[in-house]
Every structure is written in C-alpha cells, then in structure tokens.
C-alpha cells in the first residue's frame, strides 16, 4: 500500500515538473477615437482639410488586428459615425469619412470629449493603449450657452490612461483653448501644413498595440510552480507516513 501512495506521489510531481510554467502571450489592440469638427467656426476648407486628414490617417493606421478605430463627428450635435467595437476596415472606415457632411452651427467640443470617454468605457479594457486625436479649430462654442471649458475632462483622462493629442485646423486657431488636454506640447500638430504629413512625433503615437504575459514568471527569489507542487506534495507524504506509524503504535498496543 505504502509503494503504491509513492509511486502516486512520483507520478504527480513528475506532472507537476514538467507542465508548461507560461501561458502564450495575449496581444490587444490600441484603441484610437477620432474627434471630428465639422462647425461653423472652421469653414468649408478647414473641413476640407479635416477629411484629407482623416483619409490619411485611415490608411496609415496598424493592421486592425493592432488598432481599432472609432469616428466622432461634432458640431451643434455629436454624431457617432463608427465605435472602436465596430472595428471597420480601412475601405469601410473610408466610406465613413467621404460620406461626411459639412455641418456648420456650433462647436460642441465638450459633448464630442464625453461621448469618446462614454465609448471608451463601453468597449475598451483597462489592458488597451487609448489615444484620442482631437482635430479642431480649438474654439470650443456649446449650443445654448453650456459650459464650454475641455479642461473638465483632463482628470477623467488621466484616470483612464487616455492619452490626448490635438490636430488643428484653420487660421483662426485658438490653441491655447484645448493645450489642457496634452501630456506635452510636443502633441499639438497643425493639420493644414505640409509638415504634418509623415511628421515622426505625430506618428510615434500609433500602432501601439500592447502585448502581455498572462501567467508571468515569479519574483526572483521565489520557487517555480513546479516546485511548489513537489513541496506540497512532500509534506503530505511525510503527514502520511506519521499517520500510518501512530496507527501501527496503535494497533500493537491494543494488541
């Protein structure tokens, strides 16, 4: 009986020894939201400039295996063209941005700020890189007087790990309106100049997917998962062998 509990017990630590001690690494995507104005403030050829940009962004995106992408479009009225959960092709995200309509009115900056955040909530996990590329005249101007301050949002941000960076548009630019929103200056670029396109800082913010190990290595110091199991299974190898020796000191006394 005692061979059979040890041959068990080799069995299983030798189990234990040999079983795969990492799990395959898990990918997930960057989550990337763009911020469309379309107001009355930027005018047609500011908005001209705005779809050029988002074609071109489009299709210099990762792979969507590596980046999803979802589309705001704001004036007086925010409008939901594509969420990151509907993960389009760049064809069809491509659809979605020619179809666009110039709105005019005003410049509802901070209801197209909150949908993204609602958005990001709604479909992106805690583990998903976020970036947010708000493209602008930076004259926030909300429809029946509302409070048009951005910088309300900047804690709610940062507490999310979204990072912000601001494209603007047009000559009648009010930087300083929307600068709150960025980790470094370095992430304001100007849409309607040659050197934006192919611009290196801007592209270092992109294709940023995140790879991590579900089931890391322990601490140093610390004992693999194999070798805890053969420590366990050692003590109750020992536990058992005193049990059997006070049941065998047992029976000879009664005897």
Do not use: W
């Not at 005249?137 to 999310?160: E, H, I, K, T």
């Not at 592209?203 to 579900?214: I, Q």
């Amino acid at each position: 009986m005692v061979g059979k509990f040890f041959r068990g017990m080799a069995v299983a630590a030798a189990m234990a020894v040999s079983a795969p001690a990492l799990a395959v690494p898990i990918t997930v995507p960057q989550d990337v939201i763009l911020l469309a104005d379309t107001s009355g403030s930027l005018g047609f050829s500011g908005f001209t400039y705005v779809q050029e940009y988002l074609d071109y962004l489009n299709s210099q995106m990762p792979g969507r295996d590596d980046t999803r992408l979802g589309l705001i479009n704001f004036s007086t009225d925010v409008i939901t063209e594509a969420t990151i959960q509907d993960n389009l092709s760049v064809p069809s995200m491509l659809n979605e941005i020619n179809t666009m309509s110039y709105q005019g009115g005003f410049t509802n900056t901070v209801g197209a700020i909150q949908s993204a955040i609602q958005q990001f909530d709604a479909y992106s996990d805690d583990l998903n890189p976020k970036l947010m590329v708000l493209i602008t005249d930076g004259n926030p101007y909300m429809p029946y007087g509302g409070d048009a301050d951005v910088c309300q949002f900047v804690n709610a941000l940062n507490s999310r790990g979204i990072t912000t960076i601001v494209a603007g548009v047009g000559s009648g630019l009010s930087q300083n309106r929307v600068d709150c929103l960025l980790e470094t200056m370095d992430d304001f670029f100007y849409v309607d100049s040659d050197a934006f396109f192919g611009n290196p800082l801007f592209a270092a913010h992109f294709g940023l997917s995140y790879t991590y190990d579900p089931d890391p290595p322990p601490a140093e110091g610390a004992p693999a998962p194999g070798a805890l199991a053969i420590i366990g299974l050692g003590l109750l190898s020992v536990g058992a062998l005193r049990r059997r020796s006070l049941a065998a000191n047992n029976v000879s006394a009664v005897a």
